[in-house]
């Protein structure tokens, strides 16, 4: 008995946690899994991508949740529905917007004059001109006082007063000072900034300028980004040291140790040391995945593996997420075995062998999440 009741829990962790992907058959919503095979029928008339293990659903112009397995777990009551995120979701009911939990409870925040979505465990809240910060128990973690705090990524965001950028974690703690022009995402404890007229890093708490930069990207996959000096792009290491000199039109970033880069009017790729190792024949190339794939582009995309093959066709158009996606890591071409594209005003799933996931194409596909 013991044996058999851990197997029946086993199967429900694995349902609970597999990946699914909404998608649009004839007029109907239903989910597919990674075998290409439907693990929800399409029967909704509208639903939404998984989040949190829970999806969207509408039942007669009503919204509510199911599960992985297609059960009902919070009834349709609500007016609309947004995604569920540190365990908390935003839902319209009789035109107002109410926090609700996983078992379909409001949540009532402190006084806020809108309400936002939770991400990496917090919220905004707004009182008169400032933003702040609450956890998900909808307690008070930042009380308001930033004119404007972007998006959490990993654990870090973007804030402004005055006019001057810095950076704080979760908690509302400040790791990167609030006095720089601008200032990009936070990677390893680095970060790009703009001091006065220079650019360069912010390393452990202190700025270091780097020389002629009138541009950098945010750092990415890899210890390396790409930055602007007299309208060429190079790459610069997390101490601000140029790895590969600024000698290319425009650039992207490195994964798998390999680059796309424009020479001319075409993109190719480079390698770690800045030598050419995949010619520049394409119109358009985007970074490699981590499953070792990158989309090329000439009249349509289609997937080169880090040789430089052409394993894939040209003959697809991708995007990045989808019509429903608010994720913030949705990318171009491969994400944890398949890639979302388009063939012929369908959309579907490819494998890393070329193959359609299930052998079907849908009317919409989003991209695969849990």
Request: positive net charge; aromatic residues 14%; charged residues 25%.
């Amino acid at each position: 008995m013991k044996k058999l009741a851990l197997f029946f829990i086993l199967f429900y962790q694995f349902i609970s946690a597999q990946e699914l992907a909404l998608v649009r058959k004839g007029d109907k919503f239903g989910y597919i899994s990674k075998t290409g095979e439907f693990s929800i029928q399409p029967k909704y008339k509208t639903a939404k991508n998984f989040s949190e293990g829970l999806a969207a659903f509408e039942d007669n112009g009503k919204c509510g949740f199911i599960n992985a397995k297609g059960e009902i777990v919070i009834p349709a009551t609500f007016d609309d529905a947004k995604y569920f995120n540190s365990g908390i979701c935003m839902v319209s009911k009789d035109k107002k917007w109410v926090f609700i939990n996983k078992k379909g409870e409001v949540q009532t925040p402190p006084i806020t004059e809108k309400l936002y979505d939770f991400e990496d465990g917090v919220a905004f809240i707004r009182q008169g001109n400032k933003i702040g910060l609450i956890n998900n128990k909808m307690a008070i973690v930042l009380e308001p006082k930033y004119d404007m705090i972007k998006s959490f990524e990993n654990g870090f965001a973007r804030v402004k007063n005055n006019d001057r950028w810095g950076i704080i974690d979760n908690t509302g703690k400040i790791v990167v000072e609030i006095i720089y022009d601008e200032i990009g995402n936070y990677f390893k404890n680095v970060t790009w900034a703009k001091n006065g007229t220079a650019f360069g890093l912010v390393i452990s708490g202190k700025f270091k300028a780097i020389d002629g930069v009138d541009k950098i990207w945010d750092f990415l996959v890899q210890d390396i980004t790409y930055a602007r000096k007299n309208d060429k792009i190079g790459f610069i290491d997390l101490k601000g040291n140029w790895v590969i000199e600024p000698k290319f039109d425009k650039a992207k970033a490195f994964n798998k140790n390999l680059a796309p880069v424009l020479i001319g009017k075409k993109w190719g790729y480079i390698d770690m040391k800045g030598v050419l190792v995949i010619d520049p024949v394409y119109n358009d190339a985007e970074m490699f995945s981590a499953d070792g794939l990158a989309p090329v582009k000439d009249k349509n995309w289609g997937f080169i593996n880090t040789t430089g093959k052409l394993v894939i066709p040209t003959q697809y158009g991708i995007t990045a997420g989808g019509i429903f996606s608010i994720f913030k890591d949705d990318q171009k071409g491969f994400i944890k075995g398949v890639a979302r594209v388009k063939n012929e005003n369908k959309w579907g799933f490819l494998k890393p062998d070329g193959s359609v996931l299930g052998n079907q194409w849908f009317e919409n596909a989003e991209p695969f999440q849990k």
